[in-house]
């Protein structure tokens, strides 16, 4: 059964693989981090588990029995209680609602675990299935993204209010469809 666990050192190895392994499916997806990125990977990693360890930000990643990375969910911590929440899913795991209970449930520990009170998102018009894991996961539209945020590429913010004690403020996020739309 898959968790999801916070970042540590000894992920790194794991998410080196799961980016490179699935880099050419991201890319068509999300604007590609370029060769550099991949370049000193450790070192990559290590101011993210330093940000999160100075409180600016919760690095989830979804790991299975065998410790391989499926799929990273990042809170980055942009003040007054708001995370912007970005994702990425192994190509093989996708198509069978993974991201959806994933982003639920880091809705969940962003409220009850990180006593954040909003999240924020983006997605890109051509990228679908985000767009319809945000939807799902009870975010409301909130107008046009910078294209800048997105490779140039039109897209849409989205927002969720976190209610307290880990309820949601808008809609329930465990029904299968929370009735919002994109
Ligand atoms: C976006 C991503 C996380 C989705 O992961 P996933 O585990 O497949 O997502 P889920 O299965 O939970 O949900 C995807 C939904 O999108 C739907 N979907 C997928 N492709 C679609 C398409 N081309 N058009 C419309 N809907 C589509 C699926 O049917 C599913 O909805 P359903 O459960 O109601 O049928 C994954 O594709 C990914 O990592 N993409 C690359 C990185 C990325 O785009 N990150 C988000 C940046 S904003």
């Known amino acids: 059964m898959p968790t999801l666990q916070l970042l540590r050192a000894e992920h790194f190895p794991a998410v080196l693989a799961f980016e490179l392994a ?8 999300v604007p590609d981090r370029g060769d550099a990125y991949f370049e000193d990977f450790d070192h990559r990693l290590q101011t993210l588990l330093e940000e999160q360890n100075a409180g600016d930000g919760a690095f989830y990643l979804l790991v299975d029995g065998e410790g391989h990375v499926l799929g990273r969910f990042n809170l980055e911590f942009i003040g007054d209680g708001i995370a912007e929440l970005g994702y990425r899913v192994a190509e093989r795991e996708t198509g069978r609602g993974v991201a959806t209970a994933a982003v639920r449930e880091v809705c969940r520990l962003a409220a009850e675990s990180h006593g954040l009170r909003a999240l924020r998102a983006v997605a890109a018009t051509r990228n679908p299935a985000s767009r319809k894991v945000l939807t799902k996961a009870g ?8 294209p800048a945020s997105l490779d140039g590429q039109p897209g849409t913010r989205y927002s969720l209010e976190l209610g307290r004690a880990g309820q949601f403020a ?13």
Not at 170 to 182: F, I, N, V
Request: aromatic share 10%; hydrophobic share 40%.
């Open 22 to 29: 699935n880099r050419a499916f991201f890319a068509a997806r």
């Open 139 to 146: 975010f409301l539209a909130a107008g046009q993204a910078d």
């Open 170 to 182: 808008l809609g329930d996020p465990t029904r299968p469809d929370s009735g919002h739309s994109a």
